[in-house]
């Protein structure tokens, strides 16, 4: 069997070249405030992996996306090994587009702060008197250019969209632009109402686009994960402060608790940080990985 190296090691994430398609392994690492954890959280690259795979099934209907296969069995033998089982997808090679698809229903984290600011976010005038993670009227398009490895992803407007992409691929800045825009808000919409039928608030997330050799628009990276997106329990949502979150809040919280931590949890937050990630999967697939 051959040994295959990832051409990317992300934090969490590994990427594989298989000729034609990629094979994206999101592993058991866990980051916070930008650092990896020396700890592993059992299930959480398969919890991601196959909440990615129930959203691109779930939104097939608004536009066609990269995924080829979740089972390792479609994919070289070397997969065929218990730790890429699960965790493991094989998707179309695209040509990525250079903008991060940010689509925001309720005002946190750096939208907040841009408002509290001057009541704008990304060159949007939003109403007056919004408390932190109050919902807005509407979700909001706000697209951030792929920042340089190393630099901060840079929020811009639409208008700035238009002329980065135009930058890129000449003659076609207005079309991606639009398009980009549509869908995110058209995904955003379908997914974000079926969550909160399930209990859970997606307050903003992050979607990626790529086209593929006929120059069609298609949905890359990873889709709705606790990684890309806020989820929020519904039931003791409450505006006014920042909300407990779906993911890494237990993680985050210690740490911050307990400053010489070295980088490494405790048993019981490690267990706490597997039991959130696996009860978000299945309140959302209503089903048990
Ligand atoms: N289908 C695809 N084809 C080519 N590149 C892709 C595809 N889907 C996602 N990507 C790219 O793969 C990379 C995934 O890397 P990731 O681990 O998220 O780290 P980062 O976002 O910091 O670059 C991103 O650059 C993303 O744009
Ligand atoms: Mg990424």
Not at 76 to 83: A, G, K, N, T, W
Not at 106 to 112: A, E, L, Q, V
Not at 141 to 156: C, F, L, M
């Amino acid at each position: 069997m051959e040994t295959l190296k990832p051409i990317k090691e992300g934090k969490v994430r590994e990427i594989y070249d298989n000729g034609d398609s990629l094979i994206m392994v999101a592993t058991d690492r866990i980051s916070c405030f930008d650092v990896i954890l020396k700890n592993i959280v059992t299930k959480k690259g398969t919890v991601l992996t196959q909440m990615s795979k129930f959203w691109f099934d779930y939104t097939q209907d608004i536009l066609p996306n990269h995924m080829i296969s979740v089972d390792v069995n479609d994919m070289p033998e070397f997969f065929r090994q218990p730790q890429f089982d699960g965790n493991s997808m094989m998707c179309r090679k695209l040509e990525m587009l250079p903008i991060e698809c940010i689509v925001r229903g309720y005002i946190t984290g750096s939208g907040w702060a841009s408002y509290k600011e001057n009541g704008t976010v990304c060159g949007i005038k939003l109403p007056e008197g919004l408390k932190e993670s109050d919902k807005l009227p509407e979700p909001i398009y706000t697209p951030s250019t792929k920042a340089e490895i190393g630099d901060h992803d840079e929020n811009i407007s639409y208008e700035q969209s238009v002329a980065h992409l135009e930058k890129y691929f000449p003659g076609k800045g207005e079309e991606y632009a639009a398009k980009l825009r549509d869908y995110t808000i058209a995904l955003y919409k379908k997914c974000a109402d079926y969550a909160l039928e399930k209990g859970i608030i997606i307050a903003d997330t992050k979607f990626e686009f790529g086209l593929d050799e006929d120059g069609n628009i298609v949905l890359g990276d990873e889709m709705l994960t606790p990684d890309s997106s806020r989820f929020w329990p519904a039931d003791v949502y409450e505006p006014g402060h920042g909300q407990p979150s779906f993911d890494k809040q237990f993680a985050r919280d210690w740490l911050k608790a307990n400053p010489d931590n070295d980088w490494k949890l405790p048993d019981d937050i490690v267990q706490k940080t597997i039991d959130i990630y696996l009860e978000g999967y299945e309140r959302l697939t209503g089903k048990k990985l």
